[in-house]
Structures are given as structure tokens and as C-alpha cells.
């Protein structure tokens, strides 16, 4: 029987959108991200609008293609992200 996958936290899913932008530094496709994240296209781009929304993604459209770039603001909310998954992951194997 197939083991079922844990549930991402919604942070969870934002930051992996970023990293999966991040790692196209020409601009990533909703399609080529869905595909990275793990998510439905559709289900993608409502979390794509909201992070451009919170200035955290950029939409950039060139010749009809629409590509996505993590923005600095994006780059912080990374960078916080990871240092507090570190420090809480710490923090659960001490109490442990």
C-alpha cells in the first residue's frame, strides 16, 4: 500500500513555490512550477496572485509568456522561513 505524503502547511507550500521560482533565475511557468510544487495548476496560480499580491513574486509578461520572479521582499521572507523551520526544528529536538 502506498504511504500517504504529510500535509505541507500553507508556509510551507509559499516557500517552496519561492525556492521553485528561485531556482529559474530567467523566470519560472505556472506549469513548469506546478510541477516543481506538487500542485494543481489551478490551485497554483491563486497562490501565485497572492504572493505577487504581497509583493513577494513578480509577474513578468513578455511576447504573451508570463513568467514569475522572486522579488527582495521574497528573498527576506526565504531566508526568515528557513532560520525559523531551523531554529523550531532545534527547539522540538531538545524538548524531545
Do not use: N
Not at 50 to 67: G, I, K, N, P
Amino acid at each position: 500500500m502506498r504511504e500517504k505524503t504529510p500535509k505541507r502547511s500553507q508556509s510551507d507550500l509559499y516557500a517552496t513555490i519561492l525556492e521553485v521560482i528561485r531556482s529559474h533565475p530567467e523566470g519560472a511557468r505556472i506549469t513548469r512550477m506546478s510541477y516543481g510544487v506538487g500542485v494543481p495548476v489551478d490551485r497554483l496560480k491563486k497562490m501565485v496572485d497572492t504572493l505577487c499580491s504581497y509583493a513577494l513574486v513578480m509577474r513578468v509578461t513578455e511576447e504573451d509568456e508570463t513568467f514569475f520572479c522572486v522579488t527582495p521582499r521574497g528573498l527576506e521572507f526565504l531566508e526568515t522561513y528557513w532560520k525559523m523551520k531551523g531554529f523550531l526544528a532545534s527547539f522540538d529536538e531538545k524538548t524531545s
